[in-house]
């Protein structure tokens, strides 16, 4: 029952995605103001009041982020004149988040994110697999990095419609397709080595992400 609950949930993320995706792109090719104003905020909003409600100082933060509402509220005719624009900063920013995060486990002492997720499924690690997974954390560095800039490139040189379809319906595929390299690369590498599933990494990366 555990089982059927938890795929149904998957199925049920997976549907919302998707349904978010070809909304935000609905609106990016019909220039649909009010409606995709709403969709490009709608993660941001969410985002807003989730972390105000667990604030340490909720009142506080509940006061702020209605100040905020009523400062969307008198600037709104403005604002959705520049929804596409949103949508590329939530797009652009959040994989420029991802490369700096990446970036960020590469210095002096700290421990490089791919080593961590190998730690987290395989315990204590040779020397050859640190490296390896230290040349797997720079990879994403480059990898989410060349999606930020690729995003900025099409949203101010293409068509709107060819940065949409980039932002909503290939971005996750590439993603997909980065963690399917590496494992095929891995395999090769480090045959002798338990690999772990393809899925393993990803819900490792996501957990990472949702700390």
């Given amino acids: 029952m555990r089982a059927l609950v ?27 103001e009010t409606l995709g104003t709403l969709v490009a905020l709608a993660p941001l909003i969410f985002l807003s009041v989730s972390m105000a409600w667990h604030a340490e100082r909720r009142g506080v933060a509940l006061t702020l982020l209605g100040a905020g509402f009523a400062a969307l509220g008198v600037g709104w005719d403005h604002v959705t004149r520049l929804y596409s624009t949103i949508y590329w900063i939530e ?18 002492g700290r421990e490089p994110m791919v080593t961590g997720f190998a730690r987290m499924m395989h315990g204590e690690l040779s020397p ?28 101010l040189a293409a068509p709107l419609v060819v940065w949409s379809a980039f932002a909503n ?27 772990a599933h393809i899925m393993d990494g990803v819900k490792a990366f996501w957990k990472t992400q949702a700390r």
Avoid: Q
């Avoid at 998707?18 to 649909?32: E, Q």
């Avoid at 920013?93 to 700096?100: A, K, Q, S, V």
């Fill in 6 to 32: 938890r795929h149904a949930r998957r199925a049920g993320i997976l549907v919302l995605a998707l349904g978010y995706a070809l909304l935000a792109h609905y609106t990016n090719i019909r220039g649909t």
């Fill in 169 to 195: 319906f290939f971005t996750a595929p590439l993603i997909a397709l980065m963690f399917v390299v590496e494992y095929i690369v891995r395999r090769r590498l480090h045959p002798r080595m338990r690999h």
């Fill in 91 to 108: 797009h652009a920013g959040t994989e420029l988040l991802l490369c700096l995060g990446f970036a960020r486990t590469l210095g002096p």
């Fill in 128 to 155: 050859e697999l640190a490296a390896y997974t230290r040349s797997v954390t720079r990879a994403w560095v480059w990898f989410f990095g060349a999606m930020a800039t690729l995003s900025t490139a099409l949203f």
